[in-house]
Protein backbone atom coordinates (compact mmCIF):
# COMPACT_ATOMS: atom_id res chain seq x y z
CA UNK A 1 0.00 0.00 0.00
CA UNK A 2 0.96 3.68 -0.23
CA UNK A 3 3.09 4.76 2.14
CA UNK A 4 5.45 7.38 3.17
CA UNK A 5 8.18 6.29 6.11
CA UNK A 6 11.58 8.11 7.35
CA UNK A 7 15.64 6.43 7.66
CA UNK A 8 15.63 7.35 11.09
CA UNK A 9 13.82 8.08 13.69
CA UNK A 10 16.00 10.44 15.82
CA UNK A 11 19.24 12.64 14.46
CA UNK A 12 21.21 15.25 17.15
CA UNK A 13 23.69 17.63 15.11
CA UNK A 14 25.97 20.20 16.81
CA UNK A 15 24.82 23.61 16.61
CA UNK A 16 26.22 25.59 13.80
CA UNK A 17 26.66 22.42 11.38
CA UNK A 18 24.32 20.91 8.66
CA UNK A 19 21.67 18.73 9.25
CA UNK A 20 20.22 16.22 6.46
CA UNK A 21 17.40 14.51 7.46
CA UNK A 22 15.30 11.66 4.49
CA UNK A 23 12.29 10.34 3.92
CA UNK A 24 11.02 7.24 1.46
CA UNK A 25 8.12 7.17 0.02
CA UNK A 26 6.26 4.29 -1.50
CA UNK A 27 3.58 6.55 -3.92
CA UNK A 28 5.16 7.30 -7.30
CA UNK A 29 1.95 9.09 -8.71
CA UNK A 30 2.43 11.42 -5.62
CA UNK A 31 2.52 15.05 -6.89
CA UNK A 32 3.90 17.27 -4.13
CA UNK A 33 5.73 16.94 -1.05
CA UNK A 34 5.83 19.00 1.47
CA UNK A 35 8.17 18.98 5.38
CA UNK A 36 6.85 20.31 8.43
CA UNK A 37 8.04 20.70 11.73
CA UNK A 38 6.70 20.09 14.78
CA UNK A 39 7.46 21.41 17.93
CA UNK A 40 6.08 19.54 21.12
CA UNK A 41 2.19 20.41 22.06
CA UNK A 42 1.69 22.53 18.74
CA UNK A 43 0.56 21.94 15.47
CA UNK A 44 2.66 21.30 12.57
CA UNK A 45 4.43 23.87 10.67
CA UNK A 46 5.27 24.77 7.63
CA UNK A 47 8.59 24.70 6.05
CA UNK A 48 8.83 24.12 2.69
CA UNK A 49 7.64 22.24 -0.33
CA UNK A 50 8.36 20.53 -3.34
CA UNK A 51 6.43 19.69 -6.81
CA UNK A 52 7.16 16.50 -8.19
CA UNK A 53 8.15 17.99 -11.58
CA UNK A 54 11.35 19.61 -9.31
CA UNK A 55 14.40 18.54 -8.26
CA UNK A 56 15.76 21.03 -5.51
CA UNK A 57 13.93 24.20 -3.71
CA UNK A 58 15.53 26.54 -1.58
CA UNK A 59 14.25 28.21 1.14
CA UNK A 60 15.86 30.35 3.93
CA UNK A 61 18.66 28.02 5.72
CA UNK A 62 16.42 25.00 3.97
CA UNK A 63 16.96 23.14 0.90
CA UNK A 64 14.76 19.89 -0.32
CA UNK A 65 16.31 17.77 -3.05
CA UNK A 66 13.62 15.50 -4.61
CA UNK A 67 14.69 12.38 -6.41
CA UNK A 68 12.16 10.43 -7.96
CA UNK A 69 14.44 7.51 -9.32
CA UNK A 70 14.76 6.34 -6.15
CA UNK A 71 11.31 7.62 -4.55
CA UNK A 72 13.53 9.94 -1.68
CA UNK A 73 13.18 13.52 -0.04
CA UNK A 74 15.60 14.83 1.96
CA UNK A 75 15.45 17.98 4.11
CA UNK A 76 18.73 20.01 4.42
CA UNK A 77 18.70 22.62 6.96
CA UNK A 78 22.05 24.81 7.25
CA UNK A 79 23.70 26.38 10.51
CA UNK A 80 21.44 24.72 12.79
CA UNK A 81 20.68 26.66 15.67
CA UNK A 82 18.99 25.11 19.14
CA UNK A 83 15.07 26.54 17.61
CA UNK A 84 15.45 24.01 14.56
CA UNK A 85 15.19 21.34 17.58
CA UNK A 86 11.72 19.35 16.30
CA UNK A 87 10.18 16.39 14.96
CA UNK A 88 10.43 16.55 11.42
CA UNK A 89 8.10 15.03 8.88
CA UNK A 90 7.58 14.45 5.29
CA UNK A 91 4.12 14.17 3.62
CA UNK A 92 2.96 13.59 0.66
CA UNK A 93 0.04 14.75 -1.37
CA UNK A 94 -2.07 13.43 -4.66
CA UNK A 95 -3.52 16.98 -6.10
CA UNK A 96 -7.25 15.64 -6.53
CA UNK A 97 -8.02 14.67 -3.23
CA UNK A 98 -5.79 17.15 -1.70
CA UNK A 99 -4.85 14.83 1.64
CA UNK A 100 -1.49 14.39 3.44
CA UNK A 101 -0.23 11.38 3.98
CA UNK A 102 2.55 11.98 6.52
CA UNK A 103 5.58 10.06 7.46
CA UNK A 104 6.06 8.71 11.25
CA UNK A 105 8.91 11.59 11.90
CA UNK A 106 12.58 12.56 12.57
CA UNK A 107 13.51 14.20 15.79
CA UNK A 108 16.16 16.32 15.23
CA UNK A 109 18.47 17.47 18.60
CA UNK A 110 20.67 20.28 18.23
CA UNK A 111 23.36 19.77 21.01
CA UNK A 112 24.59 23.28 21.76
CA UNK B 1 -0.10 36.28 8.57
CA UNK B 2 -2.65 34.42 8.10
CA UNK B 3 -3.38 31.28 10.53
CA UNK B 4 -5.86 28.72 11.51
CA UNK B 5 -7.15 28.96 14.80
CA UNK B 6 -8.51 26.33 17.05
CA UNK B 7 -10.49 26.19 20.46
CA UNK B 8 -10.54 25.07 22.94
CA UNK B 9 -6.69 24.40 23.26
CA UNK B 10 -7.54 21.61 25.75
CA UNK B 11 -11.27 19.73 25.96
CA UNK B 12 -11.55 17.21 28.97
CA UNK B 13 -14.65 15.15 28.46
CA UNK B 14 -16.63 12.01 29.89
CA UNK B 15 -16.46 8.83 27.87
CA UNK B 16 -19.95 8.38 26.37
CA UNK B 17 -19.84 12.31 25.92
CA UNK B 18 -20.27 14.35 22.77
CA UNK B 19 -17.66 17.02 21.99
CA UNK B 20 -17.61 19.53 19.47
CA UNK B 21 -14.54 20.88 18.23
CA UNK B 22 -14.19 24.18 16.26
CA UNK B 23 -11.52 25.80 13.73
CA UNK B 24 -11.40 29.07 11.68
CA UNK B 25 -9.84 28.01 8.60
CA UNK B 26 -7.66 30.73 6.92
CA UNK B 27 -9.72 33.12 5.29
CA UNK B 28 -9.68 32.73 1.36
CA UNK B 29 -8.89 28.69 1.62
CA UNK B 30 -11.03 26.34 -0.51
CA UNK B 31 -10.40 22.75 1.62
CA UNK B 32 -10.69 21.98 5.18
CA UNK B 33 -9.26 19.10 6.92
CA UNK B 34 -8.72 17.20 10.17
CA UNK B 35 -6.78 15.35 10.96
CA UNK B 36 -5.40 13.54 14.51
CA UNK B 37 -2.04 12.68 16.39
CA UNK B 38 -2.41 10.07 19.38
CA UNK B 39 0.46 10.52 22.00
CA UNK B 40 3.70 9.88 20.10
CA UNK B 41 2.83 8.66 16.63
CA UNK B 42 2.47 10.50 13.15
CA UNK B 43 -0.40 12.77 12.14
CA UNK B 44 -3.39 11.07 10.43
CA UNK B 45 -5.69 12.36 8.03
CA UNK B 46 -9.62 12.35 9.26
CA UNK B 47 -11.65 13.89 6.93
CA UNK B 48 -11.46 16.37 3.50
CA UNK B 49 -14.18 18.93 3.35
CA UNK B 50 -14.92 20.94 -0.24
CA UNK B 51 -17.48 22.95 -1.47
CA UNK B 52 -19.75 21.98 1.98
CA UNK B 53 -19.39 18.21 1.20
CA UNK B 54 -17.27 15.61 2.72
CA UNK B 55 -14.55 14.95 -0.45
CA UNK B 56 -12.48 12.09 1.26
CA UNK B 57 -12.95 10.54 4.34
CA UNK B 58 -10.77 7.85 6.42
CA UNK B 59 -11.59 4.67 8.26
CA UNK B 60 -11.00 6.28 11.45
CA UNK B 61 -14.16 9.12 10.40
CA UNK B 62 -16.70 6.42 11.37
CA UNK B 63 -20.49 7.09 12.36
CA UNK B 64 -19.28 8.87 15.90
CA UNK B 65 -18.16 11.57 13.72
CA UNK B 66 -19.15 14.47 11.78
CA UNK B 67 -17.77 17.74 10.37
CA UNK B 68 -19.80 21.23 9.69
CA UNK B 69 -19.36 24.26 8.16
CA UNK B 70 -21.90 26.32 10.09
CA UNK B 71 -21.44 29.50 8.42
CA UNK B 72 -18.64 31.43 6.05
CA UNK B 73 -15.84 30.96 8.44
CA UNK B 74 -15.89 28.22 11.41
CA UNK B 75 -15.29 24.26 10.53
CA UNK B 76 -16.51 21.87 13.34
CA UNK B 77 -15.28 18.36 14.12
CA UNK B 78 -18.18 16.04 16.07
CA UNK B 79 -17.96 13.30 18.02
CA UNK B 80 -20.67 12.08 19.21
CA UNK B 81 -20.03 9.46 21.96
CA UNK B 82 -16.56 9.67 22.67
CA UNK B 83 -14.25 6.41 23.49
CA UNK B 84 -11.03 6.46 25.46
CA UNK B 85 -9.00 5.71 22.46
CA UNK B 86 -10.28 9.33 20.88
CA UNK B 87 -8.16 11.26 23.39
CA UNK B 88 -5.38 12.74 20.52
CA UNK B 89 -4.30 15.84 19.51
CA UNK B 90 -6.87 17.05 16.93
CA UNK B 91 -5.94 19.01 14.38
CA UNK B 92 -7.57 21.42 11.71
CA UNK B 93 -5.56 22.55 8.41
CA UNK B 94 -6.86 24.27 5.28
CA UNK B 95 -5.13 24.66 2.07
CA UNK B 96 -5.88 26.10 -1.63
CA UNK B 97 -6.04 23.45 -4.51
CA UNK B 98 -2.88 22.32 -5.68
CA UNK B 99 -1.37 24.47 -2.73
CA UNK B 100 -0.11 24.39 1.02
CA UNK B 101 -1.09 23.22 3.68
CA UNK B 102 -1.71 25.00 7.37
CA UNK B 103 -2.05 23.74 10.48
CA UNK B 104 -3.67 24.90 13.34
CA UNK B 105 -2.12 24.63 16.87
CA UNK B 106 -4.39 22.28 17.88
CA UNK B 107 -6.85 20.75 20.84
CA UNK B 108 -5.94 18.34 22.78
CA UNK B 109 -8.90 15.82 23.66
CA UNK B 110 -8.44 13.99 26.81
CA UNK B 111 -11.43 11.24 27.15
CA UNK B 112 -12.30 9.93 30.76
Known amino acids: GESVGLHLPTLSVQEGDNSIINCAYSNSASDYFIWYKQESGKGPQFIIDIRSNMDKRQGQRVTVLLNKTVKHLSLQIAATQPGDSAVYFCAEVNFGNEKLTFGTGTRLTIIP | EPEVTQTPSHQVTQMGQEVILRCVPISNHLYFYWYRQILGQKVEFLVS????????KSEIFDDQFSVERPDGSNFTLKIRSTKLEDSAMYFC??????????FGQGTRLTVV
Open chain 2, 49 to 56: FYNNEISE
Open chain 2, 93 to 102: ASSNTGGRTF
